[in-house]
């Protein structure tokens, strides 16, 4: 069995490869303090209801923090309860081959914590995958013919907190090598009961119209889908439906994001990527970072981290490198699609002495933040016994 999941602030969505049905369940917690059951979704409101439990109806926000949360009188972090979450919901599943949780955040804390509760349950990585909502539309459009993609693909996901704009461009270098680049742009929260009433539904209607006409670009469009809560009832977005129409093909999915990650998850399974082809998306990296270094009296660049890996999985790779008598360590950061370099040199702080005729060797480490931030460190190796290992300078925060 092959699985996609998506969230979003308030709901879990989750859908078999092959399958049309996507399983809704609200993304919420809760706790018997009899006999200390767990229980997801409705079950947990419905125990709620008879307060047999404590229900924390938003796991999402949780998930965002650092801090602690109290159930009872019992304290858990938000890893263990999103553990306990993933636990749940993935033992109603049997024979699980690959399972592929998405989000719309490209947010490390986010990330990290649904990635530890797969982690604990599957014990074997190559069984599932964290990353965002741009990852599952590109396997999506990869899933098509290439007339399908020939021109610009786009998506508007309107939900309970925000309305997004995915746009998938594609450029080809002079080296025939192709980049596909996903674009977003967000707007504000629009609430969905915005529509209980004409006037909302007007309002709505104007502002859909409104952010389409800003993110639409005048070149050629093949298809837009329409994703999300938001677009369940089409008899309010007239005026948005009527524009985006006039441009391209429309193809309507609230549950868009479950089935393309289901899609992503056979991908990752069975290797179905194009070597010649370069994603970047809010998952991956824009950049390839290289160490300008001599190699047999000859200056070299070594590429570190190259451009469309995915930076949440590469915060546990560190370097190490010989210094002789500079002070400094220079990195070279290459844009590759908008072709900018920049050198940025990495200073070897004072209480880091350079031994002379001695190898002075440190360990270089990127840790992203984000997409395009990382902090990099570097870490005193020492000299065996004899000279004192691992004193680290502050990290330094570069914007790639």
């Given at each position: 069995m092959i699985l996609g999941i998506s969230l979003d602030e308030n709901n879990v969505y989750?859908?078999?490869?092959?399958?049309?049905?996507?399983?809704?369940?609200?993304?919420?917690?809760?706790?018997?303090?009899?006999?200390?059951n767990w229980f997801i979704g409705e079950e947990a409101r419905n125990e709620d209801i008879d307060n047999v439990d404590i229900v924390i109806d938003k796991l999402f926000y949780i998930m965002g923090t650092d801090g602690m949360a109290r159930i009872g009188e019992t304290p858990y972090d938000a890893r263990e309860l999103t553990r306990i979450f993933f636990s749940n919901?993935?033992?109603?599943?049997?024979?699980?081959?690959?399972?592929?949780?998405?989000?719309?955040?490209?947010?490390?804390?986010?990330?990290?914590?649904?990635?530890?509760?797969?982690?604990?349950?599957?014990?074997?990585?190559?069984?599932?995958?964290?990353?965002?909502?741009?990852?599952?539309?590109?396997?999506?459009?990869?899933s098509k013919e290439l007339?399908?993609?020939?021109?610009?693909?786009?998506?508007?996901?309107?939900?309970?907190?925000?309305?997004?704009?995915?746009?998938?461009?594609?450029?080809?270098?002079?080296?025939?090598?192709?980049?596909?680049?996903?674009?977003?742009?967000?707007?504000?929260?629009?609430?969905?009961?915005?529509?209980?009433?004409?006037?909302?539904?007007?309002?709505?209607?104007?502002?859909?119209y409104d952010f389409a006409k800003k993110c639409i670009k005048e070149e050629p469009y093949n298809h837009i889908i329409l994703s999300g809560l938001g677009f369940q009832d089409s008899s309010y977005y007239r005026e948005f439906m009527t524009f985006v129409c006039s441009i391209a093909n429309v193809e309507t999915d609230q549950f868009f994001f479950a089935k393309s990650a289901a899609l992503l998850s056979n991908d990752i399974l069975n290797n179905n990527f194009d070597k010649n082809v370069l994603l970047i998306t809010d998952a991956r990296t824009t950049a390839s970072i290289r160490l300008i270094a001599n190699v047999n009296q000859v200056k070299t660049k070594i590429e570190l981290i190259r451009p469309g890996e995915e930076w949440f999985n590469l915060n546990d790779n560190n370097y190490d490198v010989i210094v002789e008598d500079d002070r400094e360590i220079k990195i070279e950061i290459l844009k590759v699609i908008e072709r900018v370099i920049k050198e940025v040199p990495i200073a070897i702080p004072d209480n880091m002495d350079l031994r002379d005729d001695k190898t002075n060797l440190f360990e270089l480490g990127f840790e992203f933040i984000e997409q395009n931030i990382v902090n990099i460190t570097l870490t005193d190796k020492g000299f065996g016994e004899f000279y004192e290992s691992n004193r680290r300078m502050t990290p330094r925060q570069v914007y790639i």
């Open positions: 989750v859908n078999v490869l092959g399958e049309n049905e996507v399983i809704s369940l609200p993304f919420s917690l809760g706790r018997d303090l009899a006999n200390n919901l993935l033992t109603k599943f049997e024979d699980i081959e690959y399972v592929t949780v998405v989000i719309r955040q490209s947010n490390i804390k986010y990330l990290e914590k649904i990635k530890y509760a797969l982690q604990s349950f599957f014990k074997d990585d190559n069984k599932y995958n964290v990353t965002t909502y741009s990852e599952a539309f590109v396997s999506y459009i990869k007339s399908y993609y020939s021109n610009l693909v786009s998506l508007f996901d309107f939900t309970e907190k925000a309305l997004t704009y995915y746009e998938l461009v594609r450029y080809v270098d002079d080296n025939n090598l192709e980049y596909w680049k996903v674009n977003t742009q967000e707007h504000l929260a629009l609430p969905l009961d915005l529509l209980s009433g004409d006037a909302g539904k007007k309002v709505c209607d104007k502002i859909l």
